[in-house]
């Protein structure tokens, strides 16, 4: 919006501006795929909690660890897309609760904060009791966490593609599929081959979940309104990102469902880990494409 005071009459001229260009960049996807990464861990330990609890043993700290990284990563890099970073304390000192960027911006810090206190309770304190009781309210907190973010796309002025349900869906899955594929990475010989199936088993199906989805919007996403139908021309056809598309989908949901199912015919553990890096590495892909190609419609 741009407002214009004119001296003679005091009166205030304002104009609707479409903003030129892309205004969420890769600092966005970088900040979803981190969150992904880092609540989908939380959800996958508290899993194994209570499938496995033997097995939580030497897991906590590598998977505490990780998260808490990822999900720094992911508040430094909304920090870096922040127009006015070096005021981001006015979100805390000044909080519009009606924003989801606000709610969200307390509900990650708080996280976070939880998961710095699990961290010094299992290296300094050996208290894994204690550990397990925060690991539950943490668990509860990372379903908002993960889901505010399509709440703030769905805020989106014009952006027909972001429905809140399901961006919803796509983040909850987001979050299990980057998480069971980082579990299996992080796990390793220290996973029973049971849970290796089991978190291989959360890998697969939502991979699944997730491509049905996509397809569906690539298929019948025109339906919505005519602005939907001229973003998918974008990955469709001769679109210039339909090839980036379809590498993702191929990258982050096909080959590891293939590979999850080969893994549990064969019961190879290198198999299962090929399907989880590819998870991991084609999010990142899935959610750019996804994130940008909205973006690209001119809105005047």
Do not use: C
């Amino acid at each position: 919006m741009i407002h214009e005071t004119l001296a003679a009459t005091n009166a205030v001229v304002t104009l609707d501006v479409a903003l030129p260009g892309i205004v969420w960049p890769w600092l966005v996807t970088v900040n979803m795929w981190a969150k992904s990464i880092g609540t989908g861990l939380i959800f996958m330990i508290f899993l194994l909690m209570k499938k496995n609890p033997n097995e939580m043993g030497s897991l906590r700290t590598p998977t505490i660890i990780v998260s808490f990284v990822m999900m720094n990563i992911f508040l430094l890099f909304t920090l870096a897309d922040l127009h006015q970073p070096f005021r981001m304390w006015h979100i805390f000192f000044y909080s519009h609760w009606t924003s989801a960027i606000t709610v969200g911006a307390w509900m990650a810090t708080i996280f976070v904060g939880l998961e710095a206190l699990m961290i010094a309770v299992v290296l300094f304190k050996k208290d894994t009791a204690l550990f397990d009781k925060l690991l539950f309210w943490t668990t509860l907190l990372a379903i908002p966490v993960t889901l505010y973010t399509a709440a703030l796309m769905a805020e989106a002025t014009a952006r027909e593609l972001w429905q809140m349900p399901t961006e919803s869906a796509q983040m909850i899955l987001a979050a299990t599929l980057s998480g069971s594929a980082a579990m299996i990475l992080l796990g390793g010989s220290k996973l029973s081959d049971e849970s290796k199936k089991f978190f291989g088993a959360i890998l697969g199906l939502s991979a699944l979940m997730a491509f049905i989805i996509y397809m569906s919007e690539y298929i019948f996403g025109a339906m919505k309104a005519e602005e939907v139908a001229a973003v998918l021309h974008y990955i469709k056809g001769d679109g210039e990102y339909a090839t980036m598309f379809w590498i993702g989908q191929w990258v982050a949901y096909i080959l590891p469902m293939t590979l999850v199912v080969l893994s549990r015919v064969s019961n190879s553990d290198s198999i299962l880990s090929l399907a989880a890096i590819l998870a991991i590495v084609g999010l990142w892909v899935v959610k750019h494409v996804w994130l940008i190609i909205p973006q690209l419609l001119p809105l005047s």
